[in-house]
């Protein structure tokens, strides 16, 4: 692996953040770190965000410590409560249906370090989404469309999911994919890359 001062790795196994990186037309490296995703004990759901995006980029700076690391993490929250990714089919129409008629806050987290450079920066960005009021068998046609089973919240707005919400506030669209271009773009300049 390449490891020099303007080498970019994303440190993240989410087919969804190496298509919003790609994005930016910079060249990269996709590494997935293995670390336990699992909520602490009390934690609120931004702080999970939070200190798993810094995981994910300490793990790759460990790697890799003379190259840029992002790391990126999302929790969605209910009522300071977490809403993990479903995984089954079963869990994703428990999901929608608890979900349906709810306001949801869905936290991206942002973690962008070099360690030969001693550089980190953070940065949050929490998606305000409404949910409409879902019916069983509106719940039944989105999953049998669109299984959304690896999307915290069992629906994907960047697809057919859109059609669940009825309306969604954020300072970057691009966050409730999973990667917060808009705050990425603007730290990555900032550390000299050029963008656009």
Not at 35 to 44: K, V
């Given at each position: 692996m390449a490891d020099n001062n303007n080498t970019l790795i994303l440190a993240s196994?989410?087919?969804?953040?190496?298509?919003l990186l790609g994005r930016l037309g910079l060249a990269f490296e996709a590494w997935s770190p293995a670390?336990?995703?699992?909520?602490?004990?009390?934690?609120?759901p931004r702080a999970t965000a939070v200190r798993l995006a810094r995981a994910k980029a300490e793990a790759g700076a460990a790697r890799s410590p003379r190259a840029w690391i992002i790391g990126s993490d999302q929790v969605a929250d209910?009522?300071?409560?977490?809403?993990?990714?479903?995984?089954?089919?079963?869990?994703?129409?428990?999901?929608?249906?608890?979900l349906s008629g709810r306001t949801v806050h869905f936290h991206t987290a942002l973690c962008?370090?070099?360690?030969?450079?001693?550089?980190?920066?953070?940065?949050?960005?929490?998606?305000?989404?409404?949910?409409?009021?879902?019916d069983a068998a509106e719940?039944?046609?989105?999953?049998?469309?669109?299984?959304?089973?690896?999307?915290?919240?069992s629906a994907k707005s960047e697809g057919l999911g859109i059609a669940l919400l009825e309306r969604?506030?954020?300072?970057?669209?691009?966050a409730l994919v999973g990667l917060p271009l808009a705050a990425l773009a603007a730290i990555l300049r900032g550390e000299g890359f050029a963008i656009p």
């Open positions: 196994g989410s087919t969804y953040r190496r298509e670390i336990d995703e699992s909520a602490r004990p009390g934690e609120a209910v009522d300071g409560r977490a809403e993990g990714k479903p995984g089954t089919l079963e869990n994703a129409r428990r999901q929608l249906a608890r962008v370090m070099h360690a030969a450079l001693a550089r980190r920066h953070e940065h949050v960005v929490t998606t305000e989404v409404v949910f409409r009021k879902l719940i039944e046609r989105y999953l049998a469309r669109e299984p959304a089973l690896d999307c915290a919240g969604l506030t954020s300072d970057d669209p691009t």
